[in-house]
């Protein structure tokens, strides 16, 4: 796992108060770094990182019959906007470097903050 920024990351989700969960397996969602010149809004994002997810399972499947490629997605979303896609992986361990050691927690309703360096995990968050 990369180290967490400097700072903790705001931004805005349509919540209940909760970590977001993946609605396909009901795990919380991690955050994980996007590239710098990517073009994105935020400089990271939240994805699924279960590899027992059923999404993330069947898209080994789908991607082949469909394009003939070895390769998968995971649940993203977007947490500035609140818009859900693919995470596209070629292999089960792609792109895990990028996820950032940082609890997310909900600050007050809508927004999400993540505080570096305090491990990624959830247990003492409701």
Known sequence: MRPGPLFPLE???SSNGAVPSCP????????????????????FQLACWNDECPYYVRGWTWMESEYGVRSSYRYRLDPGTGAASPLPV?????IRDQIIEADVEVAREGDLVT??????GYEDHP
């Open 11 to 13: 931004v805005n989700v």
């Open 24 to 43: 396909h397996c009901g795990e919380p969602l991690l955050p994980f770094a996007l590239p710098e010149a990517g073009g994105w809004d935020s400089p």
């Open 90 to 94: 070629w292999s089960p361990t792609a």
């Open 115 to 120: 505080t570096p360096g305090t491990g990624g």
